[in-house]
């Protein structure tokens, strides 16, 4: 589920030592608002929208 890969990210982001920006994809405010919260000390959180990906893929001909 979500909040599984939620807890595995934020697993991984303590581990590394020189993440400075996490891009978080959701179209949902208080998912974004909750893991940013979470994120460790001096990484910056850049929330992208599911449809800012489909338009990315789109335009790279990935049509999956």
Sequence with gaps: GASLKATD????ARKAKTMQIAYIV?????RFQALARRLPDGVEAIRLYESYLTNFAFANGDDT
Excluded: I, P, Q, V
């Design 9 to 12: 990210f934020l697993k991984a």
């Design 26 to 30: 959701t179209d949902d405010e208080r």
